[in-house]
C-alpha cells in the first residue's frame, strides 16, 4: 500500500494523482479490478548472504512472475489489459527504455489482442526514512483476465451453499428476503457476467462483444446473464423506442 502510493506523496510530472494512476488500467467499466505484484520481498531482521540483483530490468521482470503476484490467481492462463510498474529508487530513464524493450524482445508479457497495451512505467524517489538494502523495488498495479477464476471460485462455492439451502435461515428473518432470495440470484448474475466478459477480453472480437443482440449477448452467440436493472433499462429504451446499442466501451487508452 505504500508504495502504490509512492507517486501521490512524492509527486513528479506525471502520475501524481489518484485517477491518473486508476484511469489508464481500467479500459471498461466491469474489469476494474486490479492485482498487485512487489519485488523484492525480504526480511529486515534476517542476513543473508545471497545477493538478488535488483536492476531495474531484473526488477521488471519478476513483477511479471506468477510467484510474485499477491492474488491467488495465475497468471500463466490469460493475458494482461494493462499494466503499470511503480519503480523506486535511483533509476536512470535509459535503463527503463532498455528493460521493456528486453521484454518485448523476450516475450514475457501476453497482452490482449483487441488493442495497443505495453508496460507504462512511473518513477519515483525512496523514502527518506526507510532504509532498505536494495537500491531499486518495484510495484506493479496490473488488469489480468485470469481474475475470472477468483470469481468462478465464488461463484462455485455459492452453487454449492445455494443447492443445499445454507446458511439462509438467518437471512429470511429480515425483511428483504421474507418472501424470496431473489437478491442472491440477481448478484450471481452480475457476478457472471463479469466472468464472461473477462473471458471474452482475452479474443480479438472484444471490442464488438455485446453489440450484436443488445445487452445480454455475446458476439460469439453465447448469452451472458442479464441483472434486473438491465432489464429495466431495456423495457424503457422499448418505451420511448430508443434502439438498445447494447454495452458501449470507451475509448481504448492510449
Known amino acids: 500500500m505504500a ?11 506525471m502520475n501524481n494523482d489518484l485517477i491518473g494512476l486508476v484511469a489508464s488500467l481500467i479500459p471498461t467499466p466491469r474489469c476494474h479490478f486490479l492485482m498487485t505484484g512487489y519485488t523484492p520481498l525480504v526480511i529486515s531482521d534476517v542476513q543473508t548472504s545471497a545477493v538478488r540483483k535488483t536492476t531495474v530490468l531484473d526488477v521488471m521482470r519478476r513483477l ?3 510467484k510474485n503476484i499477491m ?9 494482461y489489459i494493462s499494466i503499470l510498474n511503480i519503480i523506486q529508487g535511483d533509476v536512470d530513464p535509459t535503463q527503463v527504455h532498455k528493460a521493456l524493450q ?4 523476450r516475450k514475457l508479457v501476453n497482452f490482449i489482442p483487441w488493442g495497443p497495451a505495453s508496460i507504462q512505467v512511473a518513477l519515483s524517489r525512496k523514502s527518506a526514512y526507510v532504509e532498505t538494502a536494495h537500491k531499486v523495488s518495484g510495484l506493479m498495479l496490473a488488469n489480468h483476465t485470469c481474475m475470472a477464476s477468483l470469481f468462478q471460485r465464488s461463484v462455485n462455492q455459492y452453487d454449492k451453499i445455494r443447492k443445499r439451502n445454507a446458511f439462509v435461515e438467518n437471512y429470511r428473518k429480515e425483511p428483504m428476503f421474507q418472501d424470496s432470495l431473489d437478491e442472491f440470484d440477481s448478484s450471481r448474475e452480475v457476478v457472471q457476467g463479469l466472468i464472461d466478459e473477462y473471458k ?31 432489464k429495466q433499462q431495456q423495457q424503457q429504451q422499448q418505451q420511448q423506442q430508443v434502439p438498445s446499442a447494447g454495452f458501449q466501451h470507451p475509448h481504448q487508452p492510449h
Do not use: F, K, M, N
Open 200 to 230: 471474452a477480453a482475452e479474443r480479438p472480437d472484444y471490442i464488438s462483444w455485446g453489440h450484436q443482440g443488445g445487452i445480454g449477448s455475446s458476439a460469439a452467440g453465447g448469452s451472458v446473464p442479464v441483472s434486473e436493472v438491465e
Open 3 to 13: 508504495a502504490s502510493t509512492t507517486t501521490l506523496r512524492y509527486p513528479g510530472y
Open 102 to 105: 528486453r521484454i518485448r524482445e
Open 64 to 66: 511479471t512472475q506468477t
Open 71 to 79: 492474488v491467488s490467481a495465475s497468471t500463466r492462463t490469460g493475458c
